[in-house]
């Protein structure tokens, strides 16, 4: 009888507990300074344990998001607008527009629409710390971007490769000195002549390059052929050579007898595209680069600077980076820093100073390269112990907000990836997640995760795409404008 009375006086207080629920004000009841509230049949059914939420099901959530532009865009106009007003205005993967211009990235897309018709290349230059090494995240955007808009090729090389790639493999000889402006193990050059790499290679006499596609599980396939080879070279000796070798062709010779421009360019095109070349250089000369890619589409610069926090750009000889830049035609320089710098911030001052030496970065590029979109991308989440427990540093978050002010202020645009990773300790899920999205030291993301990554980054800025061309279908009108 006691089990019946039990389950009785449960059973009455549940249909007490629905009852009150049913018509308790959803506003809650005032009491002084305190609002009482009760929870909604609906709130309770609906209760998400969110602490069980994978980094892996966040990030398929963000791409549903992302993919909603597809849907929207085939049905009502005023469904499609309020999608992308809803995005540029509250997704975590948006890109926050200096000034709020949703239009920042039209020209940008205009080019890319038109690279085939014109037989052009345009380059993507990838600046960044660690968290690119070896072609990460790069490699998968670069990927996207061409198969959309055309394009072959790794990109910009530097004459001396210390860092393996997935994308290429490379030698070169010995007598080919290299120097490099920033990182951990850098080796700084008597001038300040480094070009849009950020290093150079100092050759004399007769030296060798090769270049070869990579074909491991992770290598991106667009980036396995080229067709169109240039070297950029500065301050060549008198009638300085270079000849292409490549399979089953005649050697290609090329020549510089009369200098002119602070940066030289030997260039060759090439019938069909291949896989692998060779460079013999004779004479004496600054290595800048060598631009691998097609014959038109995008092009997208792998460039990283271990233990870098970027603020060395404008230590650059202006002249050769102006030169080479526009050599490029470069149309978008992303700049992924900061997660270097945070270890070392003990106050605010810090901060304040770094948000001043990013701005004066954007702002060298701005007047360098005056054509070009400029996106900073903030640093990924990482975590550091805290009173024995591991949270994510401190102070992480003003770096974050500090740097998104240096780019809006300068009229750059800026991608908050410790947002888009799910904001504080967000990557203790990341690393736990299975797979594993982020190396055991909380700091880089595991090859997974770079891809992961990287995919966000494309699939936000193919939202602004598909807004320049829901535009272009329906008029620029006063509706569209915040």
């Known amino acids: 009888m006691k089990a019946q009375k039990t389950l009785f006086f449960i059973i009455s207080v549940l249909l007490l507990l629905g009852f009150v ?8 009841i005032t009491f002084g300074d305190r609002q009482l509230y009760f929870p909604t049949i609906e709130d309770i059914l609906s209760k998400k344990d969110h602490s069980s939420t994978t980094a892996s099901q966040r990030i398929t959530d963000l791409e549903e998001g992302l993919s909603m532009q597809q849907t929207q865009h085939d049905s009502l106009y005023y469904d499609s607008l309020s999608f992308y007003i809803a995005f540029f205005q509250n997704h975590p993967s948006r890109m926050h527009l200096p000034e709020g211009n949703w239009n920042y990235f039209d020209d940008l897309f205009e080019t890319f629409d038109h690279c085939k018709e014109r037989n052009e290349v345009v380059h993507i230059l990838h600046y960044g710390d660690s968290q690119i090494e070896g072609d990460r995240i790069t490699g998968n955007i670069r990927q996207k971007l061409q ?4 394009g072959i090729g790794p990109g910009l090389l ?6 393996p790639s997935t994308a290429v493999g490379q030698t070169a000889s010995e007598n080919i000195e290299r120097y490099i402006i920033s990182g951990m193990h850098q080796n700084k050059a008597p001038h300040r002549r480094y070009g849009a790499l950020g290093q150079v290679g100092m ?3 007769e ?10 599980k992770t290598t991106a ?5 080229f067709q169109k080879i240039r070297l950029f070279v500065g301050r060549p000796s008198a009638n300085f050579k270079a000849n292409l070798s490549v399979p089953n062709q005649a050697v290609l010779k090329r020549t510089i007898s009369d200098k002119k421009e602070p940066v030289e360019v030997l260039s060759w095109t090439l019938d069909e595209p291949v896989k692998k070349f060779s460079l013999r250089i004779i004479g004496s000369g600054e290595i800048y680069g060598i631009a691998a890619d097609g014959t038109y589409g995008i092009a997208m610069d792998n460039i990283p600077f271990r233990g870098s926090s970027g603020t060395f750009f404008n230590s650059m000889d202006s002249t050769v980076l102006s030169s080479m830049l526009a050599y490029l035609n470069t149309k978008l320089v992303l700049l992924e820093f900061g997660g270097n710098t945070i270890p070392g911030i003990k106050n605010d001052k810090i901060i304040e100073s770094y948000k001043n030496k990013m701005s004066e970065q954007i702002a060298y590029f701005r007047r360098l390269c005056p054509e070009a979109k400029i996106i900073l991308i903030g640093p990924a989440d990482m975590s550091t112990k805290v009173n024995g427990k591991l949270q994510t540093h401190p102070r992480l978050e003003k770096v974050v907000e500090a740097l998104k002010e240096a780019a809006l202020e300068n009229g750059a645009a800026f991608w908050n990836m410790y947002e888009v990773m799910g904001g504080k300790n967000s990557m203790i899920d990341w690393v736990k997640n299975s797979p594993s999205l982020a190396a055991p030291d909380y700091i880089h993301f595991s090859t997974k995760g770079a891809e992961r990554i990287a995919d966000l980054f494309y699939e936000s800025l193919l939202v602004y795409y598909d807004y320049y061309n829901f535009k272009k279908e ?3 009108n006063e509706k569209m404008k915040e």
């Open 147 to 150: 198969e959309k808009f055309g």
């Open 21 to 28: 629920s049913l018509v308790f004000p959803k506003k809650g």
């Open 207 to 216: 030296s060798y390059i090769s270049v070869s596609a990579r074909n491991w």
């Open 221 to 225: 396939e667009k980036v396995k052929e």
């Open 474 to 476: 329906h008029g620029n």
């Open 203 to 205: 050759t004399a006499g």
């Open 158 to 163: 530097p004459a001396v490769q210390v860092i």
